[in-house]
């Protein structure tokens, strides 16, 4: 079975602070993602990889950055955390092209900023 | 941009009922349909795939249809029991598993013993 660990399911912040969201995958699938879920607005994608060093901006990708030095790692950054970026924080992964594998998502990460 | 709609937003069913949950998507450019399931506080686990050269997908009590004309698919879940209450997620994939899922809200499944 794929495996998708975060790092966190439960964290909290002030604001200002740089925080760091960790996801791990364990079946060397190429592409990750991160998606923010919030009520009302459903999950909406914030940046993808689609391999090692290569980065795409989301829909949403203001206030946020990602690093994905290896494959099976990908980082979601908060240059400078802000109440308006308390939400839940899920991170997925999947197989490259084709587009007739799933995406295989985590536990997901509640983050608070106060 | 493609837009995807649930409906309906809610439903609360007694136990055993057969009951269908519906999607609408507006372009139907998609590689692939998903259905997911979200427990409180959780991930997603993925339900069941629909590529879009496939009409429908089956597993177990679920059975997913996919037509992309009209731009519609439905969840039809079978017998339905109290551990099947959650929330239920459908998604496109417009990129061909290279650039993210585009997912309607869900609709809030609870299923009364």
């Known amino acids: 079975d794929v495996k998708v660990t975060q790092s966190s399911r439960y964290l909290v912040k002030r604001t200002g602070e740089k925080v760091f969201l960790e996801c791990v995958q364990d079946?060397?699938?190429?592409?990750m993602f991160w998606y923010r879920q919030d009520p009302g607005l459903g999950l909406r994608l914030i940046y993808f990889?689609?391999?090692?060093?290569?980065?795409e901006k989301g829909d949403i990708p203001e206030g946020y950055s990602v690093s994905r030095e290896k494959k099976e790692r990908f980082s979601l950054i908060l240059e400078s955390a802000s109440t308006n970026q308390t939400s839940m924080y899920l991170c997925?992964?999947?197989?490259?092209?084709?587009?007739?594998?799933?995406?295989?998502f985590g536990d997901g990460t509640r983050l608070s900023i106060l | 941009k493609q837009e995807v709609t649930q409906i309906p937003a809610a439903l609360s069913v007694p136990e055993g009922e057969n009951l269908v949950l519906n999607c609408s998507f507006t372009?139907?450019?998609?590689?692939?349909l998903q259905w997911f399931r979200q427990d409180p506080g959780k991930g997603l686990t993925s339900l069941l795939l629909i590529q879009s050269s496939q009409r429908e997908q089956t597993s177990g009590r679920l059975n997913a249809s996919l037509d992309k004309s009209s731009g519609r698919s439905t969840l039809y879940i079978a017998a339905s029991q109290p551990g099947d209450s959650a929330t239920y997620l459908c998604a496109l994939d417009s990129g061909g598993g290279a650039d993210g899922l585009t997912f309607g809200k869900g609709t809030h499944l609870i299923i009364q013993p």
């Open positions: 997925a992964s999947s197989v490259y092209g084709t587009g007739v594998q799933p995406q295989h």
């Open positions: 079946m060397d699938h190429e592409n």
């Open positions: 372009d139907s450019a998609i590689y692939n």
């Open positions: 990889s689609y391999d090692v060093k290569m980065k």
